[in-house]
């Protein structure tokens, strides 16, 4: 254990060193990067693909569930999704250096300016597209980073890291400036949670238990990042064709992700009529539904426990209730919610608008799927992940909330009596 430290901070000590480096660089150097990281991804893809495979074979082996497995996998197209994302990245405004600039009435000028954060930690679970996101929203941000994925994703990990590293020395900068802890085990995480002084934040990105484990146990500042226990509400008035369409997209397009609903809340006066159809629809998808006793008066289904209704499934399977009203919608929402992602279906503005105002997650819907949850679809080109805090930055992490703020104040001699 304490070699396996000293390897970690040694890592982490050439990333503190490096990252001086990348936050002088220029804002075309940073995009240059992008730029060249995004082209090589495309011309080394065999070589990543590859590196997944063998992934992928191992995944099965083990027995890794299914929505696991779609997690861990790297396509052609989910390739070219990550380099597409690097180029949106070069086309974001630079977020460094943008502030303000006021003089004083004693002369002082003073200028309020964006930073980068300095070293950012990422401890990520099977994803390997997080490797891609997270060292390309650093490198747009003028940070250096030190990621610490999970064992499943070992070889795809790497080969993306190699490729970004590549991608910096075209640019003179040092390789250092992104890193991949190479110890996926637990104290490879634990020795990362140890790093004050070396890493300034650390970002927990993954389920629930991982992200509990960092903001319980970690020495360095944290943004806690979302397990999404995500609802969808349908009002007494929805259009019944809109419900069905955004529970079965929230749940059935991609279940293992966190912006993915986990429970469906239905007015009683909607239940009689949608319920059956709801069911046909989803269980059509192979969706396990988990009822409350009154949604059990309407359609079959396995009945619902106390701890479903605060379980994120990341699964084909779904908690479904019957409420009263608008107001047990959202009381249940505040309780069970992680403060992801939560979405009402209505035609009534004032339903809506109390729905947007009362309920305390990040992101909230009206009339659309929490599946838009992600720093591609709201214009940020990726993310580092969904922060469900209430401190620095909430919703999705992009380049803006990787920075600090400065301020630089010149003088003429002035002194303060």
Not at 48 to 69: H, P, V, Y
Not at 186 to 212: C, N, Y
């Amino acid at each position: 254990m304490e070699e396996l430290y000293e390897k970690v901070k040694d890592l982490c000590a050439e990333a503190k060193a490096a990252a001086p480096a990348l936050a002088r660089a220029s804002g075309e150097t940073r995009n240059g990067v992008l730029s060249a990281f995004a082209a090589l991804l495309r011309k080394d893809a065999e070589k990543i693909l590859s590196a997944n495979g063998k992934d992928m074979e191992a995944a099965r082996r083990s027995g890794l569930s299914a929505a696991m497995q779609d997690r861990l996998l790297l396509t052609p197209g989910r390739l070219e999704e990550i380099a597409r994302a690097m180029e949106a990245l070069v086309m974001q405004d630079d977020p460094i250096g943008l502030g303000t600039v006021q003089t004083r009435p004693n002369g002082m000028e003073i200028k309020h300016i964006r930073v980068p954060l300095g070293v950012v930690g990422v401890i990520f679970e099977s994803r390997p597209n997080v490797s891609a996101d997270i060292a390309g929203l650093c490198i747009k941000s003028g940070n250096a980073a030190v990621l610490r994925g999970g064992k499943e994703a070992i070889r795809s990990n790497t080969a993306i890291v190699e490729t970004v590293r590549q991608a910096l020395s075209m640019y003179g900068l040092p390789q250092t400036c992104v890193s991949l802890l190479p110890f996926t085990d637990r104290t490879g995480a634990a020795a990362l949670m140890e790093m004050r002084g070396l890493i300034d934040v650390l970002i927990p990105r993954g389920g629930k238990g991982l992200i509990q484990n960092v903001v319980e146990n970690a020495k360095v500042p944290v943004i806690e990042t979302g397990a999404g226990n995500c609802h969808l509400y349908i009002h007494a008035d929805a259009d019944a064709d809109m419900a069905i369409s955004l529970a079965v997209n929230g749940k059935t397009s991609r279940p293992s992700v966190c912006n993915a609903i986990e429970t469906i809340l239905i007015h009683r006066e909607a239940a009689p009529a949608l319920l059956p159809r709801l069911q046909e629809e989803l269980e059509r998808r192979g969706v396990e539904l988990r009822c409350c006793p009154v949604t059990l008066r309407y359609i079959q289904g396995k009945a619902a426990a106390e701890a479903d209704w605060a379980t994120e499934y990341d699964d084909l399977i779904v908690a479904v209730k019957v409420v009263d009203s608008i107001e047990e919608a959202v009381a249940h929402i505040n309780r069970y919610s992680t403060g992801h992602s939560e979405a009402i279906v209505t035609r009534d503005l004032g339903a809506a608008s109390y729905f947007t105002e009362a309920v305390d997650s990040a992101c909230v819907y009206v009339n659309a799927s929490t599946r838009f949850t992600d720093g591609g679809c709201f214009g940020l080109g990726a993310e580092v992940g969904i922060a469900t805090q209430k401190l620095h930055a909430r919703g999705p992490l992009g380049v803006g909330a990787l920075t600090t703020e400065k301020y630089i104040i010149s003088g003429s001699g002035q002194i303060r009596t």
